[in-house]
């Protein structure tokens, strides 16, 4: 009976401990399910943290690359901020001022022939002055490639242009070279007519102080010659002045009711100061100080033997100098002569204009204005009405009044009369006005 519950109870052990046995086999069993699910978990775990610590590697050395081609340094760091504010804004910056140059400001771009290049240098001129900024090194190299792209194209332009110059300029040096040789033969011709001509002058120099030398000796003896004949002029002239005035006193007497004439009285206005006839031309001594006029007419004129006048031509005016005039002698002009009364053609060949001659003209006067009054109305020429004579005597700076006054100079008698003619007739001839006939005044407008 002892035996069989000792053997009950170590059977109930043995069942219990085989029971905990399975138990701790199920647990142990579930226990290894698990740690291999933990083990595979942390062999996931560890390919995942070789991957990163490759993947972070990696990213250093691109950060390390990245680093050193930003500045240069591989250990620099480089933010954000920095690299937007400093790298990209600096290399913005720059390429503002270059191309702001006076060089890129031309339009010599123009002329390139290939479009693509051609846009490119429209972009870079339109980039002066733009508020454009690069966001990326990769934005800022493709500008750059761009423009490197464009300037490389000009590049053998500019060959081509320099190679031009310095032929150009090659060309300059021997044509320079040249010049100057020919120049210098020049100058060495120059300096050998130069010597020549100093020795000629030495020998003109010579020969004028001879000549003057002469010539005073001349002047000496003309002087002296002068002076004795002044003395006998003076004498001469004292006794024509003393028959002068008894001659006059006695004119006078005989010419006490006659008319005064145009031609007999009028004084004249200058003289001839040089001729050349065989060249047409004359000299008088009338200019611009006295109120001289282009285009006006000088009647010629000289005293011949008893005090009578002598038409010798006509002149008219074309270069006017301050005190003198350079004149036309004009040919085959028909005048009324003086003491015949007949028309005669000036100038005579066998008696030219010279120098000493008078010359008279009724519309110049160097210190007053000319009036004239003219006596009927009827005209006997076939140029001018009366009005237009009178508009051509004011245009010659003269007057014309319709009465005889004190302050008349000329009287111009035509072909008719009126009441009125004998009254201004008798009161120019009692103020001593001269009187002219038409065919005087005539002549003088420049018709015959």
Not at 167 to 186: F, Y
Request: aromatic share 6%.
């Amino acid at each position: 009976m002892a035996k069989s519950s000792a053997a009950t109870g170590y059977l109930v052990g043995l069942i219990f401990a085989i029971l905990l046995s399975m138990g701790l086999l199920v647990v142990c069993y579930r226990l290894n399910e698990d740690l291999a699910g933990k083990d595979g978990k942390i062999q996931e775990l560890d390919r995942k943290l070789k991957g990163e610590k490759e993947r972070s590697k990696e990213l250093y050395r691109e950060l390390k690359d990245s680093r050193e081609l930003i500045t240069g340094e591989e250990n620099r760091v480089v933010e954000k901020s920095h690299y937007d504010d400093t790298i990209l804004s600096e290399a913005h910056k720059r390429l503002q001022e270059i191309l702001s140059e006076e060089w890129i400001a031309t339009e010599d771009w123009k002329r390139i022939k290939d479009p693509q290049i051609r846009e490119i240098w429209q972009k870079m001129t339109e980039f002066r002055g733009k508020p454009r900024e690069f966001k990326s090194l990769v934005k800022l190299n493709g500008e750059l490639l761009e423009q490197l792209r464009a300037v490389i194209h000009i590049i053998p332009i500019l060959r081509y242009e320099r190679i031009a110059a310095l032929e150009q300029s090659d060309q300059l040096r021997n044509d320079i070279s040249q010049l100057r040789q020919s120049k210098q033969k020049e100058i060495d011709d120059l300096r050998s007519e130069v010597s020549r001509k100093e020795e000629e002058n030495l020998r003109l120099a010579r020969n004028f102080d001879q000549e003057r030398k002469r010539l005073h000796d001349e002047k000496e003896n003309i002087q002296k010659e002068a002076t004795q004949r002044n003395k006998e002029h003076a004498l001469e002239v004292a006794r024509l002045e003393s028959q002068k005035g008894q001659l006059e006193q006695r004119i006078k007497q005989l010419v006490k009711k006659k008319t005064k004439n145009f031609t007999e009285y009028s004084e004249p206005d200058g003289r001839i100061v040089h001729s050349e006839p065989a060249l047409g031309y004359a000299w008088i001594n009338l200019g611009h100080k006295h109120g001289l006029r282009r285009n006006l007419r000088f009647q010629v004129y000289q005293f011949i033997k008893g005090g009578r006048q002598r038409v010798k031509g006509v002149l008219e005016v074309r270069r006017i100098e301050e005190d003198m005039a350079q004149c036309a002698i004009l040919e085959e002009q028909e005048v009324t002569d003086p003491i015949t009364g007949e028309k005669v053609t000036v100038p005579d060949k066998d008696d030219p204009v010279v120098k000493g001659d008078l010359i008279r003209n009724p519309y110049f006067d160097k210190e007053e204005q000319k009036v004239f009054v003219f006596l009927g109305s009827r005209l006997q020429n076939r140029f001018y009405n009366l009005a237009e004579i009178k508009r051509k005597i004011e245009e010659a700076g003269g007057k014309v009044d319709s009465k005889v006054s004190t302050a008349t100079h000329f009287v111009v008698v035509l072909g008719d009369t009126d009441d009125d003619f004998q009254i201004q007739y008798d009161r120019a001839a009692q103020f001593g006005v001269i009187f002219m006939r038409e065919p005087e005044l005539m002549e003088y407008l420049g018709r015959r």
